[in-house]
């Protein structure tokens, strides 16, 4: 008979010992994810501190971020999200793989994250409340780190605190989606206003260009003319419109400026420049008799029932992901910063955005046509090639951030590079900030004659009535460069005063008017000249009707809040004499030291066919080298600039020269010498490396 197999005591023991265990892992488990769960919330609200919130605020304050690159609604929303989640997420998934090889390890990550991330909210509160700066702010935060460090290891308390604290990116992203300006561009609230009525049956081509940040003393010259030498294609715009002299801007603000010029009404409140916040604007009062062909940048008042918005390359995730990347190392760096997204702000060029102008060649043989070409702002090529006439009376409009900063061309059209830490303050550095101005408004010159030319080519110039201006100034004066209050109260006629020229349909000749001119007036003047009556109220009047009899002006840095601004026409600041050495040949000087010169690689291997040119150089000098000194900076053996030595800062002691005159270069290799000026006038070499 066989044997019926018996159960091993033994086996039975090892089940119920396997599923022992797994129960205890199971529960040690679910406790284990509780805790991660504690621990992910506490770096969201650190997180939430050091990130999330500063890049939201700034952002929420800065709609035109988004307006000039184009976002739309989704990819706002993105990085949003990406702002908000992403951090914590990398973060929270370094901490599980921590976990890996045990508790200890995990715990140690955990604290040391927190510390780190408690380090970093304490230099951006020192950088905020106190005057440290640099190494001793970052030990100071080190310090605040290793507190953090030790109160994680030694107290539930603060973890609790900031698992409550855990809400706080919630909040912020609710502040920005609904309570910031850049709100409506996410969430709009409308599509445009009512169309003007016709008061007539002749509605001619409207172009309009407006420039940004250009004063009008900029173009002057010591008659108070337009300086014809240095900016002939304005000199010629004069002569065949009307200039008004005293025109003046509403703000130094382009995002309160342009809605004021387009709407006809001072600004009352800090709005985004979005057509849900400003309905009523010079597109959609056109738009119910006029095509609209409107090229804007840091603005979006035309609504999407009346004009699409072209979309480049440059715009997208990608250059928002990049540029809130660059803003985010701004906000936590040790050391002061300039954090305003408008630093984004560069004019993509044709070449960059894939555009072919398609243009002729000018007659002037100094014109460089090759490198205007490569170089010419894609948004400009894009309404030049709209300049042509149609059935339906259209309106020609672009915004064109030019000459407004970051100062990238020379006059003929060629770029070159500069470092972004330049200040534009202090001696040395408010001369050079001016002359890269002046050299950027050589080139919008350049664009301002081939507006003239492709109207007048196309016959658009005796039938439309064309407006060239500006939407605000800037103050190049030392003390109070900028746009700022500061500014507006010292130098009113730099930041206020602007240049307007209008050309009526079949105008034949240029004319002065010296009314008292303020940009609420240009959308009235553009209505009456196009037959359009506004159905709104406006703040401003047509240039057809009688001059205002009051000589005051209001100026706006902040809405509803205007700034009484007094004098009439600016007289242009006198010029600057040249440097006697300028334009000299140099040869053999004694040696006078060494100096350390960026961007050399550039004058290894210049190329103007490809339009850009090695047109600034700046380095530093020892510290032997008084504040002052002078330093000649030689092209080819010619001087082409002399520039003084500035008092150290934290890039050391520094200089930097614009080398505008491109006649010095020649294809290939070429030489920089660099010589101290001696009290005497005698040149000493320094050794470049």
């Known amino acids: 008979m066989t044997e019926l197999p018996t159960a091993d005591p033994g086996a039975a023991v090892d089940e119920t010992d396997r599923r022992g265990r797994w129960r205890w892992r199971w529960a040690w488990g679910w406790g284990g994810w509780r805790t ?6 506490e770096v969201t ?30 990819e706002i929303l993105l990085l949003v999200a990406l702002v908000a989640v992403l951090p914590t997420a990398a973060l929270g998934l370094v901490g599980l793989l921590a976990g890996l090889p045990g508790r200890a390890v995990r715990t140690v990550t955990h604290s040391l994250t927190l510390g780190l991330l408690a380090a970093a909210l304490a230099v951006q509160v020192g950088r905020h409340t106190t005057p440290l700066r640099g190494v001793p702010l970052l030990l100071v935060a080190g310090v605040v780190g ?38 409506p561009v996410v969430l709009p609230r409308g599509d445009g206003g009512v169309a003007g009525t016709a008061t007539g ?41 009307t200039w008004y002299r005293n025109a003046t801007g509403v703000s130094g603000w382009t995002p309160y400026a342009l809605p004021a010029m387009l ?7 800090p709005f985004a420049p979005h057509y849900s916040h400003y309905p009523d604007n010079l597109f959609t009062a056109l738009g119910g008799l006029y095509d609209i062909r409107a090229e804007e940048s840091i603005t979006r008042l035309c609504p999407p029932s009346r004009c699409e918005q072209p979309v480049t390359p440059e715009q997208g995730m990608g250059v928002l992901a990049r540029e809130t990347g660059r803003l985010l190392r701004q906000v936590t760096a040790p050391h002061d910063s300039r954090i305003d997204p408008e630093d984004s702000y560069r004019e993509q060029t044709a070449e960059e955005a894939g555009i072919d102008a398609a243009e002729p060649v000018p007659t002037d043989p100094k014109f460089r046509w090759d490198s205007l070409n490569v170089n010419q702002p894609a948004r400009f090529t894009s309404f030049l090639n709209g300049l042509t006439p149609s059935q339906r009376p259209t309106l020609h409009f672009l915004h064109l951030l030019m000459p407004h900063s970051p100062w990238a061309y020379l006059p003929s059209g060629a770029r070159y590079e500069a470092p972004e830490d330049f200040p534009n303050e202090g001696d040395g550095w408010v001369d050079l900030a001016r002359a890269r101005h002046l050299a950027q408004l050589g080139y919008t010159d350049r664009l301002i004659g081939e507006t003239m030319r492709t109207l007048r080519a196309t016959g658009l110039w005796d039938q439309a009535l064309v407006v060239v201006t500006a939407d605000h100034g800037v103050s190049f004066t030392k003390g109070v460069q900028g746009r700022g209050e500061d500014a507006i109260r010292a130098a009113a006629d730099q930041v206020a005063w602007v240049p307007l020229f209008v050309k009526t349909p079949g105008q034949r000749s240029g004319q002065i008017d010296d009314r008292n001119w303020e940009h609420v007036d240009l959308l009235p003047t553009i209505a009456d000249e196009a037959a359009i009556r506004l159905p709104w109220r406006v703040d401003g009047s047509s240039a057809r009707q009688a001059p205002r009899t009051n000589a005051g002006k209001v100026f706006y840095d902040r809405p509803s809040q205007p700034m009484p601004i007094t004098g009439g026409v600016p007289a242009a600041p006198p010029p600057a004499a040249p440097h006697p050495l300028v334009g000299t040949t140099v040869g053999d000087a004694p040696p006078g030291g060494d100096a350390r010169v960026g961007g050399l690689d550039a004058f290894r291997h210049v190329d103007p066919d490809e339009g850009l040119l090695p047109g600034m150089i700046w380095g530093t000098v020892p510290d032997q080298v008084a504040d002052g000194t ?36 020649h294809a290939g290799a070429n030489r920089l010498d660099l010589y101290l000026v001696e009290a005497g006038g005698g040149l000493r070499h320094l050794t470049i490396s």
């Not at 030790?150 to 989606?177: E, N, Q, Y």
């Not at 260009?209 to 108070?224: C, W």
């Not at 092209?635 to 008092?647: E, L, M």
Request: no cysteine.
């Open 630 to 665: 002078e330093l000649a900076v030689a092209v080819n053996g010619t001087v082409a600039a002399v520039v003084p030595v500035v008092a150290p800062d934290p890039g050391g002691r520094r200089f930097a020269a614009l080398l505008a005159d491109d006649r010095l270069f």
């Open 36 to 41: 991660e769960a504690g621990r992910l919330l």
């Open 146 to 183: 290793a507190a953090g460090i030790a109160a994680d290891r030694r107290w539930r308390a603060p973890g609790r605190v900031l698992r409550l604290a855990a809400a706080g990116p919630l909040v912020f992203v609710g502040l920005f989606l609904f309570a910031s300006p850049t709100g």
């Open 201 to 241: 049956s002749l509605h001619p081509p409207v172009v309009m260009l407006i420039l940004d940040e250009l004063p009008l003393v900029s173009l002057l010259d010591r008659a108070g003319a337009v300086d014809a030498d240095r900016f002939p294609h304005f000199a010629e715009l004069a002569a065949a419109s």
């Open 45 to 74: 609200a650190l997180v939430g501190l050091v990130i999330t919130q500063p890049l939201l605020d700034i952002l929420g304050r800065s709609p035109d971020f988004f307006l000039f690159h184009r976002a739309d609604r989704g």
């Open 263 to 269: 709407t006809g009404r001072y600004p009352a409140e």
